[in-house]
């Protein structure tokens, strides 16, 4: 089955500058990568996703890039804030005839230094 | 529109016990996955419904079960609780059953098994 590893698992930066997360998985046929932020006591909350024939996409402060070839792809967050404190998550799916849930990874806590 | 609500938030069982939790989707939305999270194994795909009908599984026990219903609500079951079935469960719909659909997540029922 598919295996999705995301780096780091902490990311503190100053408030302001750039975060960058990544992701890589294994199953090559994955094509839908979704990114969700968790706020303490809370359901992950979609903040943006990517198809596997898209290179980018960005959405205000927020991109994803997916790079098929190597299997990898990254959110990167520009000008944070500190609302941007959360547990982020990558997750590949895999379009099936089963139609399987997502795979996730397992979470990076990003801290915005005020 | 609202947005996927599960009941209850809270749930305190002990071992040998069983549980029932319930999700109502997004309105229009006929797919309701159900995932487990917890701090050691993350978030893990439980199952899938679409149409009443069960589309897949993931590697969980028999002891869990589940079933949806005609206007699209769902509910899971753990038979024979263990201690390690303590854990958040989230409930996500989406649009259709297709695995290239967003899914959004309700807030999850917070289960402690003692």
């Known amino acids: 089955g598919e295996n999705v590893e995301q780096h780091p698992s902490t990311l503190s930066v100053q408030e302001g500058d750039s975060a960058v997360i990544k992701c890589t998985y294994s199953?090559?046929?994955?094509?839908?990568f979704p990114w969700y932020k968790q706020e303490l006591g809370k359901g992950p909350q979609l903040i943006i996703d990517i198809r596997s024939n898209v290179g980018e996409k960005k959405d205000q402060r927020i991109a994803v890039t997916l790079n098929k070839t190597a299997k990898h792809f990254s959110l990167h967050i520009t000008e944070t804030q500190p609302e941007d404190s959360a547990v982020y998550f990558c997750?590949?799916?895999?379009?099936?005839?089963?139609?399987?849930?997502?795979?996730f990874g397992k979470g990076t806590h990003l801290i915005i230094q005020p | 529109k609202a947005g996927v609500t599960q009941t209850p938030r809270y749930l305190i069982k002990t071992r040998g016990q069983q549980v029932t939790l319930s999700c109502s989707p997004i309105?229009?939305?006929?797919?309701v996955s159900w995932y487990q999270q917890t701090p050691g194994q993350g978030l893990q795909f439980l199952f899938e419904y679409f149409s009443e009908t069960q589309r897949n599984k993931g590697n969980f026990p028999g002891r869990f079960s589940g079933r949806q219903f005609s206007n699209s609500r769902s509910e899971m079951n753990v038979s024979t609780l263990e201690l390690g079935d303590s854990a958040l469960y989230l409930c996500?719909?989406?649009?259709?059953?297709?695995?290239?659909?967003?899914?959004?997540f309700g807030p999850g029922t917070r289960l402690t098994v003692t």
């Open positions: 997750a590949a799916r895999t379009t099936g005839g089963g139609a399987d849930g997502l795979t």
């Open positions: 199953d090559s046929a994955s094509n839908y």
């Open positions: 309105s229009g939305h006929r797919s």
């Open positions: 996500a719909s989406s649009l259709e059953g297709r695995a290239t659909y967003e899914q959004y």
